[in-house]
């Protein structure tokens, strides 16, 4: 791999290996997505595409490895504000002691969306009761005024706030065409609505990269199409890059410039669309389903 | 600091870590069955005390005087009418409940605990409640003041859930029923696929557990004497931070942090302070939870995303 | 169901003859020996009258039941209960709409306000008590229906704050009005210590953790003799108005109420003061927590209940939020502890057991999770109908279980329907 100057890497994983027991879900996965791209992470079932993910978003700790996020703001080493056990080098250095110890206590998850990653659900994960606008005013959360004293008193720099939490939610709605649907409860919209109003929760964020798990799952094809202009719009037009996760083999050759295949837990192909197709790993991977040559959808 | 005296805390709490690891039997099965907590557990073992008390009292009051006879009559009946009681509760309060709002099913547990609760007191009255001491025996280590004291009872608790588990342990490594409760524990609903009767699993392990509650009520009723309707409360907690030592989901774990629990509760009243045994072995379930919550013998849980 | 024929009928009622039958075997059962057979001394008393009754109505129930269950109208009533528990739970309403309740706000408050002055003492501690209830249902409700934490030890920190009242007033010589805010921080302080560790672990081990936490205060209070005075108790001081003593004569070298006003001593003053002023605290809260609910960390709560996952997909600390709503839950039940001291003027460690937090878990899910309207009514409801009902108070908790295991199978989400606001931005949305 080499480092285009123009588009340097927003994500950097390096040797990130997961153990559960004794079972190896991921041996030495390296990659990197170039800001501004629109990357593609697949492979059979079971290859560890998920697991991969849910690393990048601080669901999981990895066994070993780095992941390095740049954003215009930092650099942030995400396996670092999970919070990591101690070394026994922490007791002589207070403090990369202090350091740990704070991301022990506060850190995890949350810290990884707000250094600017922000992802979806395999399992569409909405608050299901409650409706659409106000979750993506929870998604809103860390932009607000949270200040309790200003919030119980309604001052006008809160009330300012709040109106431009509404405003903000208002326009994402429109631009994923849920503006009707915004005082519906999440959970009793149809199926598609609720796949595009999870990515527009994620968006409300602020991400810098965007991790979508299986965004097409469960959509008919005019809404799979829909999806995927909608995807490249989101990159186009608000700045995000996009990292997704796909089986729909048409959806991922049309959309992505740049693929990971992953299978058994390793990277076996790693280029533009064109390249990995025609790798023989990857057919060997997908030999059977032929899924490669077939743009079924 | 004597050895006698140590080594009769050890003695009772063994005891007592006995019986602790037999009502955890109920709380670590269902747990891993139907991940909730029954919270009417410890009110199902106060029943068995109860149970206990009446049955013997019934047997002595129709002149029966073969001990051994009354003992086995009142470990059945009061083994049939609890493993009833673990039975209808989960009917009654938790089976409607699958698949509601999380919480629910716990409420339900904490409504079906007080009604079993106030239900003994209405029935019963509140006052403490006693049997008689029934097997004397006690054998004598040691010479002069300096000595160690087994009863019969304390030795017949020590064998009688040694015993217990060891059958348990059979019948879920071994049996055709026990296969089938591990397979529902690690997945429902593949389970039901493959044409087990899952809810006919769940009420097996309802009614495994109440009987294992039940056989400590007997034996506890037999060694203290004395019990009110409110002694379900603490010990099920108790109980409760025994199987979260041992592991959650564990067998052998609900009996080692029975054992643990119990032992070092034993040795903390006896050394430290009577009074605040309850305090230590509360605080015990706390530490345990926020630094070990999988226990000593569970797994790990991987987060489900 | 159209083919009623007679041997539909015949085999309809043997299925409720045999379902009877099996119903009365068991619970003839279960309820044999423990209701029938009643443990005097070590011997029994013969009451079996009592369980054959019981099992004969419960029988004669699941007859019923089962017949009424295959005619048309108990089809009917079948489908519409699945129907509601399939519906969703919440309706959303707009601002509109709610205005209408401004007038019922209003009927409300002007009632609260009238009955201290028209009722006999022993209604007026019952309403003092009501309100206590309603305090600490509307607390525990931040807890346990906003953030879905199910707290069982909650009368822990209600303990806190009558306690922090009582020694605050034997060692420190604090007064009503200073101890009031120090015990609920102090509450607040203990909820931050105990959440803090406790928040990041999973629902159940919650519940059960705020339950030994409840015992463990409880028996603090008990065995520490020399400090808390243990089961003999603390008395508590009774409040002021601006130094003005709700007493006959001044103790603390004040003056008391009616002589500065020149009215002739009545002990009813003093309960007056504290249901008047619980009331203002009552109505405080009640707006402290509707405008929670529509700001950031009211939301963030709701979210978390919802699904905690998503939460930290979204940048939220959960355990920070949660431990929000635990403290915020914890220094309401101090303040509500605080008055319970002032009123009884005299407390000891058996208030505050088990039962207690059973109760306002009770309370809460009965007026349904998260509804501030629902748990008023439950909370003033559960008070007011076991004072009304003197000869069934020993049925009180055991009603409660009865009621709790029902409402959970019937309506997990309380008698009523929760609402939620409607967003509407001019301009942006017609």
Redesign the interface.
Known sequence: MTTDPIHPPILEVAGLTMR??GILALNDVSFEVRRGSISALIGPNGAGK?TVF?CLTG??KATEGQIMLHTPRATTDLMNILGQPFRTSDWINPASFANRLYYKMLGGTHRVTQAGVART?QNVRLFKEMTAIENLLVAQHLQLNRNLVAGLLQTAAYRQSERDALERAYAWLKVFGLAEDANRLAGELPYGHQRRLEIARAMCTGPRLLCLDEPAAGLNPRETVELSELIRRLRDEHGVTILLIEHDMGLVMGLSEHIVVLDYGEVIADGDPHTVARHPAVLAAYLGTEAVHDDES | MDWHILAQQLVNGLTLGSIYGLIAIGYTMV?GIV???NFAHGDVYM?SA??T???L??L??FGIDSLPFALLATLATTL??TA??GW?IER??YR??RG?????????A???????????Q????AKT????SLIPATLRLGEGNDFVQITLVQLMIIVVSLASMAMLTWLIQRTSLGRQCRATQQDRRMAAILGINTDRIISTVFVIGAAMAAIAGVLVTLNYGSFDFYIG??TG?KA??AA?LGGIGSLPGAMLGGLILGLSEALFSGMVNT??K??FA??L??LV??FR?TGLLG??E??K? | MSPTSKVHWNLVVRQAVLEAAAAFV?AL??LG???G???DG???QN?LQ?PLLIAAIIAAGRFLVTLALQTSIGQAVLERFNARRRQPGVLVVSASESDRQRWWLLIMVVVSLSVPFLASKYWLTVLIQAMIYVLLGLGLNIV?GLA?L?D?GYVAFYAVGAYGLALGAQYLDLGFWSALPLAAMLAALFGGVLGF??LR?????L???T???G??IR??LN?WLEFTGGPNGVSAPAPQLFGLEFTRTARDGGMPFHEYFQISYDPLHRFIFIYLALFLIVCLMVVVVTRLRNMPVGRAWEALREDE?ACRALGINHVLVKLSAFMMGATVGGIAGVFFATYQGFINPMSFN??ES?LI??IV?LGG?GSTTGVIVAAVVLTILPELLRAFA??R??T??????L???WR??GLMRPRRRAFEVKGLCR
């Open positions: 559960f027991g998920t849910n669901f999981y659900f | 747990y991940g909730m907590i029943v109860y149970l008390a009446i049955c009292a019934v002595f009051s049939l009418i009833a009681y209808t009654i309060a409607p409940l509601a709002p999380r919480l629910a099913p716990l409420i339900s904490i409504g079906m605990s007080l009604v079993l609760q106030n239900g003994v209405l029935s019963q009255g409640q006693g049997v008689p409360f603490v907690i409760f931070t979260v009074d605040y309850d305090v509360f605080s379930l706390v939870l926020i919550p797994k790990p991987v987060e995303v | 068991l059962l279960l020996p423990i209701v057979l009643v443990l070590y011997q029994v009451e009592r346990v879905g199910l069982l560790p406790v672990m999973h629902g159940d081990y519940a059960i953790v339950l030994g936490f015992e463990i028996l603090v065995n996952i088990f039962f059973a878990v009770a899910v999770l020993d049925y908790v055991f409660f279980g009865v009621l709790m295991v409402m959970m199978i997990p989400r």
